[in-house]
């Protein structure tokens, strides 16, 4: 007889895992309603899966032309469905258990936790709120400025502000859509709205705990208190800055004799810094990136399967993970035994994690890119770009999302929702919680690798 296990059975991850899952199954719900789409307007429950999981897990990647597809209503929908998939399922859960005077316990906690990738349980609850609050602090701030700004463009001030708004939310969940029906192109040669979106960008992928660090550090600062920042924060701005910094440097390099060939300066720069910055997840373009050269596009693959960082609106293997394996490989090539950066040691789990998340983030993309080559006839390039920007969360796209084959679409439906939960939820879906072997040991023996 199968025994069907209790809630108080499942680990955390496999809850978050459900409430994602919960979350989509909603997102299906809504976007199926009459209201949503315009008059005329029909698709199928695979294009309206295939968006639901886009807009939950902020990826941008679409079947159909959002401006031509949904209506006004339909429009404040997919808006609410990319702000819950961007906070975090937690961080919205918490703020209506307090609505509502639970009381969040342990196991409340530990759920929280595990979402946000955090190792104590205590002060998670203010953490919650402190997200919640700097998150729609931002895109309040950003769709006033964007809105404003937008005057100059839309006839009304209603559509101005509406594409104000949805540009804010979207920029900084990292969602990628857009109701412009050509994403950022329109304003290629508007550098104030193109700054904006990378600040709101940034700020989405960066990662909320460095967000709230810098708030306090800007508060302790104003009254003379010392403060010290996380060897987290450290990682990974550096990381985050560094990657940008290269990935700007790269296209400008490999795209100087191409695609830049006959522009100035400025617009080259423009475009190349925008570029790199929305593969930290953004989704959002200036340009057809298809126009692209080869190792331009390689280039941009490596940079979504990156992603963004822990704690984000972003998916990828993540920065840290990224520094770490660049820091694990450096102190091997040194002959150290331990990872050591910014007078701290490393831990041995994380390094542990790092390993894992990255090479098993390879063979999921790496199977799905397989799966992809067999039932599309696209070239590998498109294959391998479009895999990355879903396992990235990122969105950016060769133009060929619409033209996939239902088992396409299903392939890249996976990959989204794997970006999104993360890697090591989803390992954590199969055997609940990390177990604890200490409690034996086998004689250890020596292997030849290399």
Request: aromatic share 14%; hydrophobic share 50%; charged share 10%.
């Amino acid at each position: 007889m199968i025994k069907i296990p209790k809630t108080k059975e499942f680990s955390p991850a496999q809850i978050i895992v459900m409430f994602y899952v919960v979350a989509v199954f909603v997102s299906v719900c809504l976007l199926s309603l009459p209201i949503t789409v315009k008059s005329g307007v029909e698709w199928s429950f695979l294009n309206i899966l295939f968006t639901a999981v886009s807009a939950v897990s902020v990826t941008g990647l679409s079947v159909v032309n959002v401006a031509d597809t949904f209506s006004i209503p339909g429009v404040f929908i997919l808006l609410f469905i990319l702000q819950f998939g961007g906070i975090g399922i937690m961080t919205l859960g918490t703020f209506f258990w307090l609505l509502i005077g639970k009381k969040i316990g342990l196991k409340e906690r530990r759920l929280i936790g595990t979402d946000q990738n955090q190792f104590h349980l205590s002060g998670l609850v203010n953490l919650m709120k402190q997200i919640l609050v700097l998150i729609l602090l931002i895109e309040f701030v950003g769709a006033i400025i964007l809105g404003t700004y937008f005057l100059n463009y839309f006839p009304t001030w209603q559509e101005a502000y509406l594409q104000g708004l949805f540009a804010s939310v979207s920029a900084t969940t990292n969602a990628g859509f857009d109701i412009t029906g050509n994403s950022l192109i329109p304003f290629a040669q508007d550098y104030f709205v193109q700054m904006i979106n990378i600040i709101l960008l940034t700020l989405g992928a960066i990662g909320f705990p460095v967000l709230i660090e810098v708030k306090n550090f800007i508060k302790n600062s104003k009254s003379n208190h010392s403060f010290r920042f996380s060897l987290y924060t450290k990682l990974t701005t550096i990381t985050f800055f560094a990657l940008m910094a290269f990935g700007t440097i790269v296209i400008l390099l490999f795209e100087a004799n191409h695609y830049f060939a006959d522009k100035s300066w400025h617009e080259s720069f423009f475009y190349a810094l925008f570029q790199s910055s929305t593969t930290r997840n953004g989704g959002l373009a200036t340009m057809d990136v298809s126009l692209f050269t080869y190792p331009t596009l390689l280039v941009l693959c490596f940079l979504m399967f990156i992603g963004a960082s822990p704690s984000s609106v972003g998916g990828g293997i993540r920065t840290t993970t990224f520094a770490v394996i660049l820091l694990l490989i450096f102190s091997f090539a040194k002959g150290r035994k331990h990872v050591k950066v910014f007078g701290r040691e490393i831990h041995e789990d994380d390094i542990r994690k790092s390993v894992v998340v990255s090479f098993l983030a390879f063979i999921i993309c790496f199977i799905g890119i397989v799966i992809l080559s067999v039932t599309e006839n696209f070239s590998l390039m498109q294959i391998v770009f479009e895999a990355s920007s879903a396992f990235g969360t990122t969105g950016l796209s060769m133009g060929i999302t619409p033209e996939l084959s239902s088992i396409g679409k299903i392939v890249i439906i996976a990959l989204m929702f794997i970006g999104r939960i993360g890697i090591l939820s989803f390992i954590f879906i199969f055997h609940g919680d990390e177990k604890n072997d200490l409690n034996y040991q086998y004689p250890t023996e020596r292997i030849i690798v290399g």
